[in-house]
């Protein structure tokens, strides 16, 4: 039978991006040792590093004066960094979820927070609008995409101060504008690449403006100087980032990426609405592209273990909801394809014929 992986993380790659990584687990680059055993500084392995941070610059259009940085700790450190690193005085967070609430917490340690807007009082079913931004902060953190309730911002937001953003699970699923963000972060274990990388894009001259001591390897300067090198990285998941950068750039890059998302999200909340059985949770004009979240409609709530185990009967992995919201939850990364929405659907219709 086969499966279709709507894990939210670790999630879906391509499969031929986990077969290169594997077989460069075998052997790498023809040297006759595993990609896992090999120097961070061999000499074969630094034109990697190099080529996975020309390809996030070229899919992105990055600008000149940002650095890409390969680092571990996951977008939870990052958390802890980005006050560390910015926040002076004051921050400003928009609160769209559980991982923006923990990035806000973090923050809470080294200055005045402003939580200029919120979505938990609907259980952040939506994104908030007509905020105020203020003027007097060291910055603006956002969480693009959420993916425990299906929501997304999925335009870029102008800030009259310097905008952070964690997007760990909606990287390189549209095109943005680099230009408007100080810093764009996230775990790569959603669009990117296997778990263990955390991906870094930065201003270089926003760095180095607080006037506290930064632990070495908690000061973004370390890794921009040393080139992502100063210590031992991530180095087999680097490797797939590489692998999967350059499978998105034979795909016909991030805009590629966009209409495929669009295309799935499309066919899968057209069923959400038209089944009689279950019901989206994100508010309509809010819903996320990679993280389709819905539920059964109150008088069929009794079936949420039978259909759990019939999608699973029939190939569906992973699309049990987050245990916070409960449901289901159907997340289409890039890898996945139009085929695995189209079989979700399939086995939503014939569940709901069955009862």
């Not at 910015?86 to 928009?94: C, I, S, V």
Request: contains cysteine; proline residues 4%.
């Amino acid at each position: 039978m086969k499966k279709y992986n709507f894990n939210a993380g670790p999630s879906i790659l391509p499969r031929e991006v986990i077969e290169q990584t594997a077989a460069a687990c075998l052997d790498f680059d023809n040297s006759g040792l595993s990609l896992m055993e090999i120097s961070h500084r061999a000499k074969n392995f630094q034109p990697v590093v190099d080529e996975a941070v020309a390809l996030f610059k070229e899919l992105l259009n990055i600008p000149e004066g940002y650095s890409v940085l390969f680092l571990g700790g996951g977008a939870s450190l990052e958390f802890c960094m980005v006050p560390f690193n910015f926040l002076e005085k004051k921050a400003a967070y928009l609160n769209t979820g559980v991982w923006a609430t923990k990035a806000e917490k973090e923050a809470k340690a080294f200055g005045e927070v402003v939580e200029i807007a919120s979505s938990a009082d609907k259980n952040f079913t939506y994104i908030p609008k007509n905020f105020t931004i203020p003027t007097d902060a060291d910055y603006l953190h956002i969480t693009t995409n959420n993916t425990i309730y299906g929501t997304e911002i999925r335009e870029d937001i102008d800030s009259p101060i310097p905008l952070i953003a964690d997007m760990s699970s909606d990287i390189f699923s549209r095109p943005i504008d680099v230009s408007k963000y100080t810093m764009i972060y996230g775990g790569a274990q959603k669009n990117l690449a296997m778990a263990g990388l955390t991906f870094v894009i930065v201003k270089d001259d926003a760095l180095g403006k607080v006037s506290r001591h930064i632990p070495t390897m908690l000061d973004y300067r370390t890794h921009v100087k040393k080139g992502s090198m100063f210590n031992t990285p991530p180095v087999v998941p680097i490797y797939s980032a590489l692998m999967n950068l350059r499978y998105m750039k034979a795909h016909g890059g991030v805009k590629a990426m966009q209409e495929l998302a669009e295309k799935r999200a499309e066919i899968l909340y057209a069923e959400i609405d038209r089944n009689k059985l279950f019901v989206g949770t994100a508010e309509k004009d809010s819903r996320s592209l990679m993280n389709i979240t819905f539920v059964l409609k109150e008088e069929y709530k009794e079936l949420e273990k039978d259909f759990l185990d019939f999608a699973t009967s029939k190939g569906m992995v992973g699309v049990k909801g987050h245990r916070d919201v409960g449901g289901f939850r159907a997340s289409c990364y890039n890898a996945m394809s139009v085929e695995g929405v189209e079989a979700l659907v399939k086995c939503m219709q014939e569940f709901e014929a069955m009862h």
